[in-house]
């Protein structure tokens, strides 16, 4: 993949600013039922389920998890993402415009979703919700960069393996993309994406519905490339994390915190009261206007004091860039040429989320340091603040929305938790196991226009 990648779309807004989902259109679906014919099956009962991650900031601008699904189970690549609720893949119904992906388009196969379905109606509201009972489900995904996806809603197996041990196959609602527009020349290679937003349309939301797991997530990813994601809260420690309680502003429906205030080098920026967003949906930090342009002066201010480095203009990987004598080899040696940042909220005591300078630079292939703080008010995200995937790495970060919290600490990502014995990558290879899949009679044709 090309290595100098554009800034990745920014997809929390959902139902706000950057996120619009409009349900139309008109078919009749069915429901489903689905049983594992196997003496050996046991009961997932609130359990977790844990994904290896692959992927980077730079160069390739995303993390993926595989997630297998259907009956038998087929994989897909999907890039994680806690700023948006729909899941979605690429999709044969047929596909009319599909960018070009890893595996071939997900086939559905006589399994919509009607408009009255409660998951439905969650995409966009139940007041501005018009249709009739055996409507199909249509969706339309619009986020910040113009990139977009419009399909139809449909549930398919998605078999999993839970860390208690037992293996279930749930039913889960997700969308069937078959017309998709992806802006800039290097669009993420994946077959879709995975929404882990707060809706009710989450695969989260879904599984915990059904009680498979707690209503909690959390990722650890590595700056050198993979994590993992889990689902549940079997993994989250007993101690050593730092919590923050998510905004309980009805409107913000994704994982905001605040207020927080903006430090530099330890000492005050005078930038207060700021709500922060985190979203591994998003490549880079997106800072509003009065962050961010108290964070580029205090840089600048920072450096031009020091004399060792001078700009790099003809380093277009992102809009501000610095070289220094020697070309930077790694993320590790800007350490010494630039002071860190930290968030210190105000409504907690002791509650900071630290950004060292490897948490908000880049060392492009020019050899030359970047600054991963982009302005947010230039795409239209308001006073919002986003945490992407820049700062997010190293870090064991969990979305507790049971407890109505975030929290982080500093871990070691290059390893899946509870050692290989149990959480080996084989472990989550696909699989193939007897269902008995019980399904009510349905019309075949999907009509998508």
């Known amino acids: ?15 706000f600013l950057c996120l619009l989902v409009v349900l139309l259109a008109s078919f009749p679906s069915c429901s489903f039922a689905a049983s594992r014919s196997s003496a050996t099956k046991k009961k997932a009962s609130a359990s977790s389920v844990i994904f290896p991650v692959s992927g980077n900031v730079y160069p390739k601008g995303y993390y993926q998890v595989t997630v297998n699904i259907g009956q038998p189970p087929k994989p897909y690549f999907l890039d994680i993402d806690t700023g948006s609720d729909l899941t979605w893949l690429q999709c044969d119904a047929p596909c009319t415009k599909c960018t070009p992906a890893p595996h071939s388009p997900y086939k559905p196969n006589k399994n919509l979703v009607t408009c009255k379905d409660p998951l439905c109606v969650s995409l966009h509201g139940p007041t501005s919700h018009q ?12 986020y910040a960069d113009r990139g977009s996806s419009l399909g139809v809603l449909v549930q398919d197996l998605f078999p999993l393996r839970f860390t208690n041990g037992s293996i279930s196959a749930p039913r889960l609602a997700f969308g069937c993309g078959y017309n998709q527009e992806i802006p800039g020349p290097n669009p993420p290679y994946t077959d879709g994406v995975l929404g882990l937003g707060t809706g009710k349309s989450s695969i989260l939301s879904q599984l915990n519905g059904l009680g498979l797991t707690r209503n909690v997530i959390g990722h650890c990813l590595s700056v050198q490339g993979g994590g993992f994601l889990f689902f549940g809260d079997d993994l989250v420690p007993s101690s050593g994390i730092v919590w923050t309680s998510l905004s309980s502003n009805s409107l913000e429906k994704h994982y905001s915190v605040g207020p927080a205030d903006l430090f530099f080098g330890g000492q005050a920026s005078g930038v207060k009261g700021q709500s922060i967003v985190f979203d591994s949906g998003s490549t880079y930090n997106y800072f509003n206007s009065q962050a961010y342009n108290a964070v580029v002066s205090l840089l600048k201010k920072d450096i031009n004091g020091r004399k060792q480095l001078q700009d790099a203009v003809d380093d277009k990987s992102l809009p501000i860039c610095w070289k220094a004598p020697k070309p930077f080899k790694s993320i590790l040696d800007v350490k010494s040429y630039f002071k860190p940042l930290a968030l210190v909220f105000t409504s907690a005591k002791n509650v900071q989320f630290q950004l060292q300078p490897e948490a908000y630079l880049i060392v492009t292939k020019q050899g030359n340091a970047c600054l991963g703080i982009l302005n947010g008010t230039e795409v239209g ?29 500093s871990a070691n990502c290059n390893r899946l938790p509870n050692v290989d ?29």
Not at 383 to 398: R, Y
Not at 426 to 444: K, T, V
Request: proline residues 6%; glycine residues 6%; aromatic residues 12%.
């Open 1 to 15: 993949m090309h290595e100098e990648k554009s800034p990745r779309k920014i997809p929390f807004l959902q139902g």
């Open 131 to 142: 249709c009739e009972p055996l409507d199909q489900c249509d969706y339309q995904v619009e």
């Open 381 to 409: 995200i308001g006073k919002f603040n986003v945490i992407g995937d820049i700062s997010l790495q190293d870090k064991l970060v969990i979305y507790d929305n049971e407890k109505q919290q975030i929290g982080w600490a």
């Open 421 to 449: 014995r149990d959480y080996s990558e084989g472990y989550y290879q696909p699989y193939s196991a007897n269902f008995n899949i019980l399904e009510e009679s349905c019309p075949a044709t999907l009509w998508l226009h």
